[in-house]
């Protein structure tokens, strides 16, 4: 077993030691609370680039970046460097930094070089951990670039790989696969995809599907919705329509249903999308209980040339969510509590969905969204329909084109980005340029449910191989409601059991969607009551297959009635 150190010594896990570390370190933050739950944190007030480009990674370590051709950023390279690129269209020299490392413990960022343009990019992390970044704008869009985390802060940086890529690949989405490599599907005019590693030289791989939802002139494909099923093939949805694809012989096994309404869901009519946590199981088929995938927002059809017109129509407010292991699936739809267009979708720790940014009208594009969707809303998978949606408290800061989010080890979820603007601009628009850092804190970590939160004390190595026995310890102040006795066979057969031990994939977040995001409830085989006061004992079976959970650093959690434990990384292959 792997002793794991008291969150006390852990500066990650409270949230209040980071708090007292960014006074140290003359970071000024500041919290309000509204009557919707949840609390924001402003972190800082600027981290000197705005976040259109977003990772977490297993060291706790963030990493951010933009674009090359916004011009100057307000955060300068260090020891007087500078950039050359003849070929960037802003800056052919510049001394400013478009991309950064930020240490979650410290609220610290550090610069980091980009040569070529990052612009619209994307991303993915392999199972070593290195962070693999794809394409771009300009002189990038052929560039893989590769960020390898190290335990020294101040030295890692981007390792770039020139046309490492068989095709531009700007406003494409990437997925790790089960044997490694990252599948990189589409861009604008790219009705293919590729693999990285790729051949030598690079090849692609005809999808003449994303050409068939190519709208013109408006696209309303880009950034393509793609999640890896448990049964090792890929849920792509572009515009209205999805399809499942057998990437490895380039065949399309079925499509599914067009969402009803024929309004489009994907850049720029920005909408988003999850597949919602798998829950594993032995005694059903594939080994889940059901694969489901839930598509909320986007924009009116037509939106984008009425945007550039002056006219803002208003966003969608539906959600369509479709299970997947249907003999016959077919869409089922939702209405959010207000409509929203370039949101993102985040699973949290407990299993629920937080969508969070975005607008209420207009669409995605330089200056094209209006009416800021300030209040993030959470979708509860499990709860009766029509009881799904909760509003949470607004934040102060307008989150539109461009801004991020992605979910923290320790349950927060960090916020930053938003540039609707062609450059940095910061007065003269309607929404500056954004360079706050904030963080948002679901209810469940509120003061009230402290003592109904979990803390894991042991666990086995941090690497673990597939269909594996695994072996928790968790510490649990206040139990809120099971008695002795088998507990954990009592709600094994429940929609939500009484604890849970989920992994969570760190995910790539830009323009609204977090590639590679998944959730995995491992299946639980027993548990007890240690005889040491509020201290359990559980035991899962890991992942079964790559399918079910790619190789690679997810964070564990242990939950307590949707109460989640701080996070430990683990890795499996």
């Not at 919290?31 to 924001?40: D, L, R, S, Y």
């Not at 046309?163 to 599907?185: F, K, M, Q």
């Not at 068939?212 to 919705?225: G, I, K, M, R, S």
Request: with cysteine; charged share 20%; aromatic share 10%.
């Amino acid at each position: 077993m792997r002793e794991v150190p008291s969150c006390r010594s852990q500066a990650l896990f409270l949230p209040l030691t980071v708090w007292i570390c960014c006074l140290l370190l003359g970071a000024r933050s500041s919290a309000h609370q509204g009557n919707g739950g949840g609390e924001w944190q402003l972190l800082r007030h600027s981290i000197g680039i705005s976040a259109m480009h977003m990772q977490v990674l297993h060291n706790d370590k963030v990493i951010m970046f933009d674009r090359t051709d916004f011009g100057h950023s307000n955060l300068s390279l260090p020891f007087g460097r500078c950039r050359n690129d003849p070929e960037d269209v802003a800056l052919k020299k510049d001394c400013t930094a478009h991309s950064l490392v930020y240490d979650v413990a410290t609220n610290v960022p550090r610069p980091l070089t980009v040569q070529t343009d990052t612009f619209c990019s994307s991303g993915a992390v392999a199972p070593n951990g290195r962070l693999v970044q794809t394409g771009g704008y300009n002189d990038g869009d052929r560039v893989v670039r590769v960020f390898s985390p190290c335990s020294d802060f101040e030295n890692c940086d981007w390792h770039e790989l020139p046309n490492a890529l068989a095709a531009r690949r700007w406003y494409a989405t990437n997925h790790i696969l089960p044997d490694g490599r990252i599948i990189i599907v589409g861009g604008r005019r790219q009705f293919n995809y590729e693999f990285f590693p790729n051949s030598d030289p690079p090849e692609k791989f005809d999808l003449l599907f994303l050409q068939e939802t190519h709208d013109v002139p408006d696209e309303n494909n880009l950034y393509p919705f793609v999640h890896l099923l448990p049964d090792g093939n890929l849920f792509i949805f572009a515009n209205t329509r999805s399809i499942l694809l057998d990437y490895a012989s380039g065949r399309i096994l079925r499509e599914f249903p067009e969402i009803p309404g024929k309004n489009p869901r994907n850049y720029p009519s920005t909408g988003s999308s999850v597949l919602l946590p798998i829950r594993l199981s032995e005694r059903h088929p594939c080994g889940v209980r059901a694969v489901e995938v839930l598509v909320c927002g986007g924009a009116q059809k037509g939106s984008f040339a009425k945007a550039i017109a002056g006219e803002f129509l208003t966003a969608l407010s539906t959600c369509g969510r479709l299970r997947l292991t249907d003999p016959s699936p077919e869409w089922e739809m939702e209405t959010m509590p207000m409509p929203r267009v370039m949101s993102d979708m985040l699973i949290l720790p407990n299993g629920q969905v937080l969508i969070i940014n975005g607008a209420m009208s207009g669409t995605a594009g330089w200056q094209l969204g209006r009416n800021p969707a300030l209040n993030p809303v959470i979708y509860q998978p499990g709860a009766p329909r029509g009881q799904r949606f909760s509003v949470m408290s607004a934040s102060s800061v307008p989150r539109l084109y461009h801004s991020t989010a992605v979910v923290l080890p320790d349950g927060r979820v960090l916020v930053g980005g938003s540039n609707p603007n062609v450059n940095y601009s910061f007065s003269g628009v309607d929404y500056p340029t954004e360079l706050r850092l904030e963080a948002f804190s679901p209810p469940y970590l509120s003061p009230d449910a402290a003592e109904s939160r979990p803390r894991i004390v042991a666990l086995p190595a941090g690497e673990f191989g597939y269909k594996q026995p695994l072996t928790i310890e968790f510490e649990l102040t206040s139990w809120t409601s099971m008695e002795e006795g088998m507990w954990w066979e009592e709600y094994n057969e429940q929609e939500e059991e009484e604890v849970e031990v989920k992994m969570l994939s760190p995910t790539f977040t830009t323009h609204s969607f977090s590639m590679n995001q998944r959730m995995v409830v491992l299946e639980m085989v027993e548990g007890s009551r240690l005889s040491a006061p509020s201290m359990y004992r559980v035991t899962v079976l890991s992942p079964p297959t790559a399918a079910a959970a790619p190789p690679g650093y997810y964070m564990l959690f242990v939950v307590h009635r949707r109460i989640p434990s701080p996070g430990i990384w683990v890795r499996i292959q």
